[in-house]
């Protein structure tokens, strides 16, 4: 597995090594003691979760103040612009994002740590997108960041689907970072 940091050190680009031939590929999506190796630190995945989205569908920036996740994420099919922000106070990257894009074609994988706000813009027809979270999802803990609060400056590349995000109404009611709950 290649693991190449992004701007957001601690945010890991993943990329697995596949063998192809005739027949089709194949590849480990997943391994333990390599992943906890690249983090160090060892990670326990309690959840995985399966959406399936249309072209220009922006999930996000979603993050949870208690019961912090971290996430694994990949997309299965299609392909998604997919952003982390740095929502931790004590980080010498606070308040910055990073930003990757994620195919089926290219089977990359993103490791976003807990205390970072997670979203995606879907760029192809449909995706589906697949993550591991390392805590149960919790609504009460819930919180969303307004996906283009111009403090965080996130380069969406909108004129890719036609220069509209489409938002879940839940989505369209996020907090600025002015307003947004963080991390210490």
């Not at 993943?14 to 060892?42: C, T």
């Not at 996430?71 to 606070?94: E, M, N």
């Amino acid at each position: 597995m290649k693991v190449t940091p992004t701007s957001l050190p601690e945010v890991l680009l993943l990329e697995p090594k596949i063998f192809s031939d005739d027949r089709g590929f194949f590849f480990e999506s997943w391994n333990q003691r390599q992943l906890d190796e690249r983090v160090g630190q060892p990670l326990r995945f309690v959840q995985d979760n399966h959406s399936r989205s249309r072209r220009g569908v922006l999930r996000g920036l979603h993050y949870q103040v208690q019961q912090a996740q971290g996430k694994l994420v990949r997309v299965v099919q299609g392909q998604v612009f997919d952003v982390a922000v740095d929502l931790r106070r004590s980080s010498p990257r606070f308040g910055q994002w990073a930003g990757a894009r994620l195919s089926a074609e290219g089977k990359q994988q993103l490791w976003i740590p807990p205390g970072f706000a997670h979203g995606f813009l879907v760029l192809s027809d449909t995706a589906e997108f697949l993550y591991k979270t390392t805590d149960y999802y919790a609504p009460a803990a819930e919180r969303t960041l307004v996906w283009d609060d111009p403090r965080v400056g996130i380069r969406w590349p909108l004129a890719e689907v036609g220069g509209v995000a489409s938002l879940s109404a839940k989505d369209a009611k996020a907090q600025s970072w002015a307003d947004c709950d963080k991390f210490d």
